[in-house]
């Protein structure tokens, strides 16, 4: 299948002007994002007041998408996670939009991707039981409309990484609003000695 449609995972977004400090911050944000102002600038080595300023600018320029808590899903009732991979009869970009739309309002799906390959969507699906995720793939799934064939993939265990890898272009200039200093490598390095420390406990 394909799609001119412009792949966001592949584009940086608009990171161009982080600097090293941004980016211990944006580290110890993503791994525990209750950590104050005062923890984040003790972490990366830079007063609170500047500290606060640079995560207001990463907000304010949509860097920083949103704050979100980690729930246990047992205590939800969840036993069971699975991935469906669905095969769709027409690829045109209004009925794959469409689709996916209308999946992720199912409140069992976690996640949908469009991708290559031989199916044309992922769905990640969260449920009780494996009755539940038989209901689930039948009642909302199979029966659709333009839907040919649908594989199920039940997960048994998971890894997950909260951080985001940094790339950078060669010829992508590290922003600096102090010429190099050890201030400007300090973010890094306190970000880094922060997981750690949390990681021991």
């Known amino acids: 299948m394909t799609t001119d449609r412009t792949n966001e995972f ?16 944006l580290a110890l944000l993503q791994n525990n994002a209750r ?15 500047s500290t606060h300023e640079r995560i207001r600018r990463m907000r304010d320029s949509g860097i920083l998408l949103g704050t979100h808590v980690e729930v246990d899903p047992r205590a939800l009732g969840i036993g069971l996670e699975a991935l469906f ?4 009869a027409k690829h045109k970009r209004g009925t794959v939009d469409r689709f996916m739309d209308d999946v992720v309002k199912v409140p069992e799906v976690r996640s949908a991707f469009l991708v ?6 992922v769905v990640h699906v969260m449920v009780r039981d494996t009755r539940h995720l038989k209901d689930l793939a039948l009642d909302h799934f199979t029966n659709r409309p333009g839907v040919t064939r649908i594989e199920t ?11 985001l890898p940094v790339f950078r272009h060669h010829d992508d200039p590290v922003r600096r609003s102090t010429p190099r200093s050890r201030r400007s490598r300090t973010g890094i390095d306190g970000a880094r000695q922060a997981r750690e420390r949390a990681t021991s406990r």
């Open 10 to 25: 592949l584009h940086p977004a608009q990171g161009a002007g982080l600097d090293r400090t941004d980016i211990g911050i």
């Open 35 to 49: 950590l104050s102002v005062k923890e984040i600038a003790a972490a990366i080595g830079l007063a609170p007041s």
């Open 85 to 88: 991979m669905i095969e769709l």
């Open 116 to 121: 290559t390959g031989r199916y044309d969507l």
């Open 153 to 163: 993939s039940i997960i048994f265990d998971a890894r997950r990484r909260y951080e």
